[in-house]
Structures are given as C-alpha cells and as structure tokens.
Nanobody
C-alpha cells in the first residue's frame, strides 16, 4: 500500500505560479512511477504529467508543456508539480498517483491516488 497526500493548491491570478507537492508513505517510493492528473468540474480526469522512477523521464500533456515541470525527490518520498504561467483553464482538482506498470498517461494504469488539491486560477 502507498498513501499519497497532496498539498500546495490554492487561488492564484492568471500568469501566476504554484508548486504542488505529493508526499508518499508506505512502500518504497522509488519503486513507483508517479503522475499528476487533474479534473475540472463537469470534465473527465485528464493526465497532466508523469515521471519515471528515478526522474530520468518526464512526460506532459501538450497544454502544459513549457509551463509545468514535474520532479521528484526519492530521499524525501515526494513528487512535485511546478506550475508557471497559470491560465484560468488550469483550474481543477489536481491528483497525484502512483503506478507500478502500464501507461504513464492512462488513469487506469495507476494503482494509488491522493485525495486531491484544488487549484483555482482567476482571470
């Protein structure tokens, strides 16, 4: 079992920045590939970013490339999502998730999920 707890969400103006954190506990953190997803009201959950077990590979949805950066610190059992140049359409609940295998962009591949943190971007 892995427990995931997100933090760092909040209200920010368009063009601003936030850094989300996801602290993991339970099994060895470096065993898992990690991802960030988001879900806006009335929309399906969508993949935002993914990172390999030791951080050598990162993946992003096109709409956040060059604005968001995913990273991880295995010594701290934490994955981060740095979000710059935020847009109102980035408003959503953001979830971190952990997987042992499967596709980095498919929610069904992820075995463990956090409770989510709200990000609201005002125009």
């Amino acid at each position: 079992q892995v427990q995931l707890v997100e933090s760092g969400g909040g209200l920010v103006q368009a063009g601003g920045s936030l850094r989300l954190s996801c602290a993991a506990s339970g099994r060895t953190f470096s065993y898992f590939y990690m991802g960030w997803f988001r879900q806006a009201p009335g929309k399906e959950r969508e993949f935002v970013a993914g990172i390999s077990r030791f951080g050598s590979g990162t993946y992003y949805v096109d709409s956040v490339k060059d604005r968001f950066t995913i990273s991880r610190d295995n010594a701290k059992n934490t994955v981060y999502l740095r979000m710059n140049s935020l847009l109102p359409e980035d408003t959503a609940v953001y979830y971190c998730a952990a997987r042992e295998s499967g596709s980095y962009s498919e929610a069904a591949s992820y075995d463990y999920w956090g409770q989510g943190t709200q990000v609201t971007v005002s125009s």
